[in-house]
Nanobody, 116 residues
């Protein structure tokens, strides 16, 4: 079955960096676009970044443009989110997601906390 294992979250000071990873299994990873979402306490889940199946096209939320970079390694079935210049408002649980046949598949989430 479709599974995602996310890693790389943690506590970081403002201005710092983290790289999140989402390792996928159970489907043809290279055939599907992948996305990262985040959900802060008391807020709705929001789209952060998206990448096409071959990695040739990416999109970002305005709030993270220029600071975050989404990438993928189809040989490793893994999608990444490089986060630089982190701000306290980036604090959230980050999820990877794949959409297939009318259904969304989500990872378990990884906590990112930006605080001094």
């Amino acid at each position: 079955q479709v599974q995602f294992v996310e890693s790389g979250g943690g506590l970081v000071q403002p201005g710092g960096s983290l790289r999140l990873s989402c390792a996928a299994s159970g489907f043809s990873f290279s055939s599907y676009a992948m996305t990262w979402y985040r959900q802060a306490p008391g807020k709705e889940r929001e789209l952060v970044a998206a990448i096409s199946s071959d990695g040739g096209s990416t999109n970002y939320a305005d709030s993270v443009k220029g600071r975050f970079t989404i990438s993928r390694d189809n040989a490793k079935n893994t999608v990444y989110l490089q986060m630089n210049s982190l701000k306290p408002e980036d604090t959230a649980v980050y999820y990877c997601k794949m959409h297939r046949w009318g259904r969304d598949y989500w990872g378990q989430g990884t906590q990112v906390t930006v605080s001094s």
